[in-house]
């Protein structure tokens, strides 16, 4: 955890955020010293322009908990605190112990939001450890992130899992009230999300940005989406 748990080992991930942000967000940066012009047609005038006011944030990345592909797709808890911190502000604005003002989104536009990966798991352990480490670094309880982001597909067999070969019972989508109902049985954690967000991180909201069983192909079928 030394190196792939410390922030200063995602200083590109810093100079990307901070690139994007400058660009899409709505802050123009004084100092516009990561665009340059791509060979076009008419080169000349292509803008090279800042604060283009596009984006109000982003996304990093994709389900980095994914342990069915492997070591090669799965972030460990720490790496992926670590990763938060350094592309939010690049650990306070330094990276290798020294003040640097083009790293990290915080830099750019202090209102551009840093939504981490959407979680394909809910499990709480993850998050605590990821919590944890964070911690470690920001001491002063700053939390590198503007919400909590999970995957959740609610069906009426259990959560982010749909049988498609029993044929025994009919299978259907379940609405996210419905799932809090029942978050107790089925395997259902739903409620586990809520009760760690209110303990540890009671300002940050909960963002549900996959869902659904059903709705693209009928009962018993997985949305794409």
């Avoid at 070969?165 to 107790?184: Q, V, W």
């Avoid at 940050?204 to 997985?222: A, L």
Wanted: proline share 5%; glycine share 8%.
């Amino acid at each position: 955890m030394n190196i792939t748990g410390n922030p200063d080992s995602y200083k590109i991930y810093a100079k990307l955020a901070y690139a994007i942000a400058a660009k899409y967000g709505k802050n123009a940066v004084a100092d516009p010293q990561y665009f340059i012009k791509v060979p076009t047609t008419n080169p000349e005038n292509e803008p090279i322009d800042t604060g283009l006011d596009l984006l109000s944030g982003f996304e990093y990345g994709n389900e980095v908990d994914r342990n069915w592909e492997g070591f090669t797709a799965y972030r460990l808890p720490q790496e992926q605190a670590a990763t938060l911190i350094s592309v939010f502000d690049a650990h306070g604005g330094y990276v290798d112990g020294q003040s640097k003002n083009t790293y990290g989104v915080k830099n750019a536009d202090s209102d551009f939001l840093v939504i981490p990966p959407g979680r394909a798991s809910v499990s709480n352990g993850y998050t605590f450890d990821m919590y944890n480490h964070i911690l470690s670094y920001n001491t002063s309880n700053n939390i590198p992130f503007h919400a909590l982001n999970y995957h959740i597909y609610c069906s009426n067999e259990q959560l982010n899992s749909f049988d498609r070969t029993a044929t025994n019972i009919p299978k259907y989508a379940i609405n996210m009230e419905r799932a809090l109902d029942i978050s107790e049985q089925n395997g259902y954690e739903v409620h586990k999300i809520i009760d760690f967000r209110n303990r540890f991180m009671p300002s940050k909201p909960i963002w549900i940005t996959e869902f659904g069983y059903g709705e693209g192909g009928g009962r018993g079928s997985q949305s794409r989406y």
